[in-house]
Structure formats: C-alpha cells, structure tokens
C-alpha cells in the first residue's frame, strides 16, 4: 500500500509541476515496473473532487501523518509556501481508488487475501414499494412505471401533484425502500425527499390547505428539502420520528433513524428547525447535528461538516473517522448483505476515506485492505466476513 500512496502523491505532485529530479526519477521508475501508472492522468481531478464535494483536507493530512508514522522521517510539512500540499493530499487520497485497484489487479502473485467462495455483490439501485391507501402495493425500480391520478413514477422517483383547493380527506400512502435500494419522493406540496437504504415513509397523498404539513420517517435515512411555509398559508411541515419531532419553515436537513441504531440523527443543512422530544425543545443552526440518545433522551447538539452527513444523497461515502463497524452498517444497507467480523477488536478500528456508491462491494473491500486496515475477507452467500 505504501506504494500506491507514493505514487498518488508523486502523480499529483507532477501536475503541480514541483516533483524534484529525486522525484521524477523515482516516479519514471514506478512507470517502467507497473505500466498502468504511465496511464495516470489526473487531469479531470477537478470534476472528480467536485462530484464527491468538499474534501476535508485536514483529514486527509491526518491520513498522510498515519501512513508516514512507521517511518524513520517524517513527512514534509505543508508550509506556507508549500500551500498546494494539503490540496495534494486531498486530491491523491481520491486518487487511490482507481490507483489501488490497477495496482493490485496488475501484479500477479499479490492480490489481496481473499476467499476463493466469492459471491459478486453488486451496488444498490432505485427501488421502492409503494403502499396506496387501500393497502395494496405498487414495485417501483428499473423499467417500471406507474401512473394514477395526480401521482406518476418513472421507476426511479416518484411524484406527486396537488390536487387543487378544498380537499379536506387526507390519505396516506407508504414508500418503503428495502436494503440495496435509495428512492426519491416528490410529495403534493413540492418538498422533495431523498430515501436511503432500508428506510419507509408515512405521508399524505396531499395536504390539507393552511394545515400544518406532517409526514412521518417511521424508520430509515431521509434528506428532505421542504417546500416555504411562505407558499402555503404559513403552514409548517413536520417530521415525525419514533420519539422525535423536527417542525420547520422551509429548509434543507437529514434525519437518520435506523432500528438497530441508539441514536437519532437530525443535521441541518440550511436554514432553521425546532427538534422536540420528551417534552424538550432544541434549535439547530446550518452545520449542527442533534443526537438523540433512546435509551436515556438526553439531547446533544454538535457542529458538524454537513457533507460528511448527506454526502450519502451525492452517491458518495464519506467515511470521516468512522469505525469500521459503523462503515459495516452502511454498506451492509446499501449492498444488501451481511457483515461480519471474525475479530471484534477490529469493529473499533477507524477509517478515513470518500469512496462511489456506485462502485461494487468487492471494490470497496478491496481499498479498505489496500490499507492494511484488514487482513483479508470472505465473500459467501450475500455474507462477508473480515479477518
């Protein structure tokens, strides 16, 4: 692996134009002993960093200090005349994913330790059932359509228009999405919302006009985008949890509330909401998260980077610091498999790293080895266990 990192530095390093004669040796070197490396150009890096948003820098600085700790020297500092190099660094880290697997793929005889039983896990896809208000059910997902009165879906979303003044009925109808599966939601009054994996919806067909607008997250991960209250008669829209609710204006927030989880999750991304729970109120600013413990209902506000957060609905995992049991959850939802760890010591050990949703299981596996943070894995049966 401390190859891959070196040459992801000395790649970026050329584009900057500042590779020293050392370096542009070393680096002409790594060319003429892994061919693939000749094929490195990093000149879409831009779009790259610009589609996995904002990179934590200082993080992957961090990231930089733990590869070099085992080092007779340290790594050279990021002085100020040397500003490039923490963008470097951030840029060489998104670099490695592609790197890694050229890497390993091209050297015969040192492919990472993994079991022969492979089983392909493939990436998640748009799916969802739709549960109408006679309880019957609708699949939505790849080449599926559906069209009723004031609500059609292309298979991959699901939309949702007003019926008009004077409805005073409400329905409800569900959208259930199942592990593998991200859906997004239209709903009458315009907020739109973002499904993630293993997640379900309660919500009205349409709202009731001058009402306040309530829906409720009754499991799951959801980024919603809440239409002004401005635009229909200073109603506010509701999110009701298990034991929480988030009222808003209008304003952009996630709420992650997953059943094996002890905690509720609400981030504000932009604008202002009120959280309540056990008879207790709290305001969030942009870039805070409340946590809500179940087991206690204590409430605890932090400041957050947002995009670590949602980056989820960007089709990105940003892994900032997170355990890899935590990194296990989420993939386990969006992959539709179960994860397993042969040695519970490594559930506590932490990664750093933005990696594509779009990219396979295996793929991902194989880059979290790459740093040596496992030893090897097993693929068996939709089921994977780390050694």
Not at 98 to 122: C, H, K, N, W
Not at 198 to 225: C, N, Q
């Amino acid at each position: 692996m401390n190859d891959v990192f070196h040459i992801a530095l000395l790649v970026i390093k050329r584009k900057f134009g500042v590779l020293t004669v050392k370096e542009r040796s070393c680096l002409e070197q790594f060319e003429g002993k892994y061919p693939f490396v000749k094929t490195l150009r990093p000149e879409k890096l831009e779009e790259r960093m610009a589609q996995y948003g904002e990179i934590d820098r200082e993080a992957a600085w961090d990231t930089v200090l733990e590869k070099f700790e085992n080092r007779k020297s340290p790594p050279p500092a990021p002085s100020a005349g040397r500003r490039w190099f923490k963008y470097a660094v951030a840029a060489s880290l998104i670099l490695l994913i592609p790197l890694s697997y050229m890497f390993y793929r091209d050297r015969p005889g040192e492919e990472p330790a993994v079991s022969q039983a492979m089983t392909a896990i493939e990436k998640g896809t748009d799916k969802a059932v739709l549960t109408l208000e006679d309880g019957s059910e609708v699949v939505l997902g790849a080449e599926t359509t559906y069209k009723a009165k004031n609500t059609h879906s292309d298979g991959k979303q699901i939309i949702y228009n007003p019926e008009g003044p004077g409805t005073s009925e409400i329905r409800y109808n569900y959208l259930t999405v199942p592990r593998g599966g991200q859906f997004f939601i239209q709903l009458s009054d315009s907020t739109k919302v973002w499904l993630n994996s293993e997640s379900r919806l309660k919500y009205p067909v349409t709202f009731i006009d001058g009402k306040p607008r309530t829906v409720e997250l009754l499991y799951g991960e959801a980024y919603f985008e809440v239409s002004p209250a401005t635009r229909h008669k200073g109603a506010r829209f509701k999110v009701h949890t298990q034991v929480q609710e988030v009222e808003v204006l209008g304003t952009e927030f996630n709420i992650k509330a997953y059943r094996d989880e002890s905690r509720i999750y609400t981030t504000l991304v932009e604008g202002k909401v009120t959280v309540n729970a056990e008879g207790t109120s709290r305001v969030l600013a942009p870039s805070q998260r409340l946590d809500l413990d179940l087991e206690n209902s204590r409430m605890n506000i932090v400041d957050v980077d947002a995009y670590n957060e949602i980056s989820w609905k960007k089709g990105v995992f940003s892994f900032k610091g997170m355990s890899l049991q935590e990194i296990a959850k989420v993939l386990s939802r969006w992959y539709d498999t179960e994860i397993e760890f042969s040695d519970p010591g490594l559930e506590k050990v932490r990664f750093n790293g933005v990696l594509s949703k779009d990219q396979d299981l295996e793929e991902i596996l194989k880059i979290i080895q790459n740093t040596n943070f496992i030893h090897a894995y097993e693929i068996k049966n939709r089921k994977v266990i780390i050694r």
